[in-house]
């Protein structure tokens, strides 16, 4: 059988020289390819011919365009099916769902929108904000009102919303036992101390992914991170989307 899968032209390229040309040059560049189905075009991912099956499903598709608050948010819809289905994969363990960091807290909330979470706790982690002190790099929706913001987007009373620097802030609140992980610190001092206080807590068969392990802008990410989960016996699958994957062996 063959699929005649969706596409998705999406607008979240980072590091353009100019956009409109790049946005020309892609088109162009589609209109060659003879069976133009199963495009994806965003997120610095360009590629065709492929089943796009999250793009199927419509409680996936509902869940991102409720969640995602812009467009660039929503160009990360690959990213965004490898986290749920990460924590699908981790939903048959007896363990919590950590974030470092949440950000908004969309991916949470789409995660948290599709997979049952009311038998678990759900940590998520973030500074909230950004001065010129702080070495993370400052983004637009930083405000002293973001934590806030995250925290009415949450609900439940098992999402528990730390505000504060990882790893330093995990000493306030953090789970024991942990089925899915989701690193997105943009640094990697800050991914390589929450590995030390967390990962011993990931249980076999967790799964945790790393969203900047694959960018080559991120490289000391990449570079730390193979080092350290190889000096424990485990492999990063490195993904076209940009992250890492790792399942969690005994
Ligand atoms: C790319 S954003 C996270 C996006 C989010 N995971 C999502 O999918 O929507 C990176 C976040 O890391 C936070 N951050 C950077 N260094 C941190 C640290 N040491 N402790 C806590 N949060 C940190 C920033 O405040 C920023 O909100």
Redesign the pocket.
């Known amino acids: 059988m063959k699929l005649l899968p969706p596409s998705f032209l999406g607008r979240a390229f980072f590091g353009l020289l100019d956009g409109d040309k790049f946005l020309a040059a892609r088109d162009a560049m589609l209109d060659q390819i003879q069976y133009r189905h199963g495009v994806f075009a965003s997120d610095n991912l360009i590629t065709w011919d492929k089943a796009l099956g999250f793009l199927r499903e419509d409680a996936f598709a509902h869940a991102v365009n409720k969640n995602t608050t812009t467009g660039l ?1 929503r160009g ?1 819809v690959w ?2 099916s490898t ?1 749920v289905w990460a924590a699908r994969q981790a939903a048959h363990l007896d363990g919590d769902f950590v ?10 909330r789409t995660v948290a929108d599709l997979v049952d979470i009311s038998g678990r706790r759900y940590f998520l ?6 001065d010129e002190s ?4 400052a ?1 637009a ?2 405000s002293a009102t ?1 934590y806030d913001e995250v925290r009415a987007r949450f609900p439940e009373p098992n999402v528990i919303i730390t ?7 995990l000493a306030q609140a953090a789970p024991e036992r942990i089925a899915f992980m ?1 690193l ?4 990697a ?2 991914e390589i ?2 590995l030390e206080v967390l990962w011993d807590r990931i249980l076999p068969g967790g799964v945790l992914v790393l ?2 392990f694959g960018w080559a802008s991120y490289g000391k990410q990449h570079l730390a991170e193979t080092a350290w989960l190889g000096a424990r016996g485990h492999h990063i699958l490195e993904m076209p989307t940009g992250q890492g994957l790792v399942i969690k062996h005994a």
């Open positions: 948010e990360t990213r965004l986290l974030e470092c960091a949440c950000y908004r807290g969309s991916s949470a982690y973030d500074l909230f904000e950004h702080m070495p993370h790099h983004m929706a930083h973001l505000k504060g620097r990882v790893p330093d802030s989701h997105d610190l943009n640094n001092e800050a101390g929450a969203d900047d």
